[in-house]
């Protein structure tokens, strides 16, 4: 692999079971072989790993002592894979077609000042989409794009996201490191957002990669409405807004941010998951005062205008329904 195109693989698992297996398996059956692939594995109880490191002798295996988190776990390989100039990051629930990697790459070459590139996310053997990148709404609300569209429909070309959805990502790596990687406090959940939201204050953009193809179980692990998943997403999205947000947006859209909250607290509390969402926006807000201080030195880097930012972002109402 020529200097330039060095890529490493990070897979983070906890408890993933077989699916972490299958997912293996298709980086080892990439048409470009990485640099280097490194399985993070955050504590696992199950049997998950297995004989990996048998079978696939090439790759690493870097067990944790306690679980630190997707965010803490993905940080432990950047920092190990020193020899590599980008990052791919792909989740233990998701099989990544043999030529993932390849047009990555190729998109890489093709559009040199883009830092990040995000993959199509199909369900597992379906033309359904789980998701063609980030969406991040004024609001401070992020969802995939495209989740549940059908793939015939929409985006074939290679166009801007906001950011690209950490399941299946691809970032180079001195972009990582300038931004500091990923907050570790959010442990889960929003962290691939929170991340593509300060890549983009700093100017940069996010690509889709619509021939980067990997089927993608979605909270296969952990569960896409468990309290799990509900407690994290909902406090990390008020992290990221205030954290993030420049001050003009964040003063023009607090309004609706809060409302949007107060709509979840209701929507979750009819699912049987108030006290849940109830304790997730607590935490939120108590955690503001630690986050208000990362803003400071988030807001002071910045060099893209509001102008620039708000265009990346969507803005209209009606694609807060059913949120």
């Given at each position: 692999?020529?200097?330039?195109?060095?890529?490493?693989?990070?897979?983070?698992?906890?408890n993933?079971?077989?699916?972490?297996?299958?997912c293996?398996?298709?980086?080892?059956?990439?048409?470009?072989?990485?640099?280097r692939?490194?399985?993070v594995?955050?504590a696992?109880t199950?049997d998950?790993?297995?004989?990996?490191?048998?079978?696939?002798?090439?790759?690493?295996?870097?067990?944790?002592?306690?679980?630190?988190?997707?965010?803490c776990a993905?940080?432990?390989?950047i920092?190990?894979?020193?020899?590599?100039?980008?990052?791919?990051?792909?989740n233990?629930?998701?099989?990544?077609?043999p030529?993932?990697l390849e047009?990555?790459?190729?998109?890489?070459?093709?559009?040199?000042?883009?830092?990040?590139f995000?993959?199509?996310?199909?369900?597992?053997?379906?033309?359904v989409?789980?998701?063609?990148?980030?969406?991040?709404?004024?609001?401070g609300?992020?969802?995939?794009r495209?989740?549940?569209?059908?793939d015939?429909?929409?985006?074939?070309?290679?166009?801007?996201?906001f950011?690209?959805?950490?399941?299946?990502?691809?970032?180079?790596?001195?972009?990582?490191?300038?931004v500091g990687?990923?907050?570790?406090?959010f442990?889960?959940?929003?962290?691939?957002v929170?991340?593509?939201?300060?890549l983009?204050?700093l100017?940069?953009?996010?690509?889709?990669?619509?021939?980067a193809?990997?089927?993608?179980?979605g909270?296969g692990?952990?569960?896409r409405?468990?309290?799990?998943?509900?407690?994290?997403?909902?406090?990390?999205?008020v992290w990221?807004y205030?954290?993030?947000m420049?001050?003009?947006?964040?003063?023009?859209?607090?309004l609706?941010?809060?409302?949007?909250?107060?709509?979840?607290i209701?929507?979750?509390?009819?699912?049987?998951?108030?006290?849940?969402?109830?304790?997730?926006?607590?935490?939120?807000?108590?955690?503001?005062?630690?986050?208000?201080?990362?803003?400071?030195?988030?807001?002071?880097?910045?060099i893209?205008?509001?102008s620039?930012?708000?265009q990346?972002m969507?803005?209209?109402?009606?694609?807060?329904?059913?949120?």
């Open positions: 692999m020529r200097h330039g195109e060095r890529v490493g693989v990070i897979v983070v698992n906890w993933a079971g077989d699916l972490l297996l299958s293996v398996e298709s980086i080892a059956g990439q048409t470009i072989a990485p640099e692939v490194l399985i594995d955050n696992s199950d998950s790993l297995g004989d990996l490191e048998e079978r696939f002798p090439q790759f690493e295996v870097l067990r944790q002592p306690v679980n630190r988190g997707f965010a993905n940080n432990i390989g920092d190990r894979l020193v020899d590599v100039d980008w990052i791919a990051l792909l233990p629930d998701a099989i990544a077609h030529d993932w047009n990555l790459l190729a998109s890489a070459r093709q559009y040199p000042t883009v830092v990040s995000g993959s199509k996310m199909l369900r597992p053997g379906s033309d989409l789980d998701g063609t990148g980030d969406v991040y709404h004024v609001s609300l992020a969802w995939r495209d989740h549940g569209s059908k015939t429909l929409v985006h074939h070309r290679a166009d801007q996201i950011s690209p959805c950490g399941a299946a990502a691809f970032y180079r790596r001195d972009a990582l490191k300038t990687g990923f907050d570790s406090r442990f889960c959940y929003m962290e691939d929170d991340l593509g939201f300060r983009r204050l100017g940069h953009q996010s690509l889709y990669v619509p021939s193809v990997v089927e993608h179980v909270s692990i952990t569960g409405r468990s309290d799990f998943s509900v407690y994290f997403g909902h406090r990390n999205l990221t205030f954290k993030n420049p001050s003009a947006l964040l003063y023009r859209y607090l609706l941010h809060l409302v949007v909250n107060t709509m979840a209701a929507r979750y509390t009819r699912r049987g998951q108030g006290g849940v969402v109830l304790k997730a926006k607590r935490d939120g807000f108590v955690g503001l005062k630690a986050m208000l201080r990362s803003r400071r030195e988030v807001q002071f880097s910045r893209v205008s509001t620039e930012l708000l990346s969507s803005t209209g109402y009606s694609a807060l329904v059913g949120r």
